[in-house]
């Protein structure tokens, strides 16, 4: 948890503010176990979530997006490269959500403790 919070703080994705004229989004924390080959517990993950399932659509937001490539276009990008003898590289980003800009202000509530 302290990970997830330092990464929060170093990404300044929040700062504290007087609650306008608005519905605040309530938050919460998602425990989740993650498992290395053999099946052993590898490490313990936590993430901040806000509860969004509390929104209405129209009322609260107008659209969502999540940009995760298909894997009909990973295969396409593969085939292309290995005809062509290329090299492909990945990487990944722990925290590649923080990343991202906003067009709007969210507000949520800040967890007590």
Known sequence: MDEEIDSLKENKTWQVEDLPRCQAISCRWVFTLKSNADGNIDKYKTRLVIKSFNQRERANYNRTFSPVAKMTTIRSIRSVAANKK?????????????????????????LSG
């Open 86 to 110: 290329m090299h492909l590289a990945q990487f990944y980003v722990s925290t590649v959500f923080l990343y991202g800009e906003l067009e709007e202000t969210i507000y949520i509530m800040q």
